[in-house]
Nanobody, 118 residues
Framework: QVQVTESGGGLVQPGGSLRLSCVASGSIFSINAMGWYRQVPGNQRELVAAITRGGSTNYADSVKGRFTISRDNVKNTVYLQMNSLKSEDTAVYYC????????????WGKGTLVTVSS
């Protein structure tokens, strides 16, 4: 079994910063890509940022220059540093761990809510 757990969400004012963390635990040998997605009620879940095991990154255009994704392969952890937050960044943020090579599937966390409001 594999569990994916996010933390770090909360309420922040526009222009502020938050750091999200996500740890994958359980029967894990290695994780391919890890990513952060977000979803607003009524909308589809969208990719925010992703990072490969080797450190290559990919960002949504809307967060480029403001968000930074990083990971610790030893700890099976991925981080999302979010700066210059805007009200439109308000969403539930989900972490995804790609274990298709070893488990045949990806795993999702339950999400953490980020609210950007004054």
């Amino acid at each position: 079994q594999v569990q994916v757990t996010e933390s770090g969400g909360g309420l922040v004012q526009p222009g502020g910063s938050l750091r999200l963390s996500c740890v994958a635990s359980g029967s894990i040998f290695s994780i391919n890509a890890m990513g952060w997605y977000r979803q607003v009620p009524g909308n589809q879940r969208e990719l925010v940022a992703a990072i490969t095991r080797g450190g290559s990154t990919n960002y949504a255009d809307s967060v480029k220059g403001r968000f930074t994704i990083s990971r610790d392969n030893v700890k099976n952890t991925v981080y999302l540093q979010m700066n210059s937050l805007k009200s439109e960044d308000t969403a539930v943020y989900y972490c995804n761990a790609d274990l298709r090579s070893s488990h045949g599937r990806t795993y999702w966390g339950k999400g953490t809510l980020v609210t950007v409001s004054s």
